[in-house]
Each structure stands twice: as structure tokens, then as C-alpha cells.
């Protein structure tokens, strides 16, 4: 069965924001979170627990990374048990990739350092790379810069992001 990665992330998208509660108190510590990079200027860091009527589901990273001249990168990373995109397994892309997208998008399968991932790129938004890091844990960047920028800065952050080891 092919399910379209762009209903999906959006599917996604609105279910996580009915689980995002914030937590004042911050007692939970995510596992993973996102790590300085020399020569870049982070900001806009910040995370929130995902909860539900179950509990703790997990957190919800994010930040954005700028090297002037170049374009800024927006990184997310999701983990918890019930994680969107985990494993990648289940995304099948067409041929010809028709039919995926509206205007003029096209995405891959891709693996990067080790990690399997989804690359879209849109002639007018730009380029955005989903992996799954864990079966519980998918990181997402965006930019509007070209897809190499995209993928040179993914190879040097999932190098300082540790591997998970439970």
C-alpha cells in the first residue's frame, strides 16, 4: 500500500498538536536534543513534552540553524513510542513520482551516515529531509536553500547527535 508522504505529514502535524502540552515544571528530560554546531548560530531552541490521556508520549524538539550568507536550516526532532515516520518502511515512491505532490514537488529515499529518510524538494518552498534516527525518534530540516546545502548540513549534525543506546 503507497501512502502520500505530503497527507501523511500533515495527518502528523495536526495529531502532535493536540498532544503538545506545555510542562512548566520541566521534570522530564528528552533524550535526544539538538546540539550546537561550530561555525553555525543556533536559535529559536525549544522543547515540549507530548503527552495524551495516556501520559508522557515524548517530546517535540526544535531550533533553527543560520551561516550567513546561506539560508536557514529549521530542525525538529520528534521521539516518543508513537513517533511519525518511524522506520520509513512503509513509503513506496511511484517512478515517475506522479501524483505525489502539487506543484511540481518531488521527494526520494535517501540514507544518510546509516539513517533511512524521505528528501522532497519544491521548485518554490524549498527542500525537506525526514529520517528516522531510532524507531522512536525522526528528525525533519527544512530550508529554502539547495538540496547539497540540505544534505552537507544533515551529514555534520547527525554526527553530533549521539547514538541512542537502549
Not at 539513517?115 to 525533519?140: C, D
Amino acid at each position: 500500500m503507497r501512502i502520500n508522504p505530503l497527507k501523511l505529514l500533515v495527518f502528523t502535524l495536526i495529531l502532535l498538536s493536540s498532544l503538545i502540552i506545555s510542562n512548566p515544571s520541566g521534570e522530564a528530560i528528552n533524550k535526544t536534543t539538538l546540539p550546537s554546531l561550530e561555525g553555525w548560530k543556533m536559535d529559536s531552541l525549544f522543547s515540549v513534552p507530548l503527552k495524551s490521556a495516556k501520559g508522557m508520549e515524548g517530546w517535540w524538539s526544535e531550533a533553527t540553524y543560520s551561516n550567513p550568507p546561506n539560508p536557514i536550516i529549521k530542525v525538529v526532532i520528534i521521539e516518543g513510542p508513537n513517533v511519525p515516520w518511524s522506520n520509513l518502511k512503509y513509503i513506496e515512491a511511484s517512478p515517475d513520482n506522479e501524483d505525489l505532490f502539487d506543484s511540481e514537488a518531488t521527494y526520494e529515499l535517501i540514507q544518510i551516515n546509516g539513517k533511512k529518510g524521505v528528501l522532497e524538494s519544491h521548485p518554490l518552498l524549498g527542500n525537506t529531509l525526514a529520517l528516522s534516527l531510532t524507531p522512536q525518534t525522526t528528525i525533519t530540516m527544512e530550508t529554502k536553500g539547495p538540496k547539497s546545502y540540505l544534505l552537507q548540513f544533515s551529514q555534520l549534525l547527525l554526527q553530533t547527535i549521539p547514538e541512542e543506546t537502549d
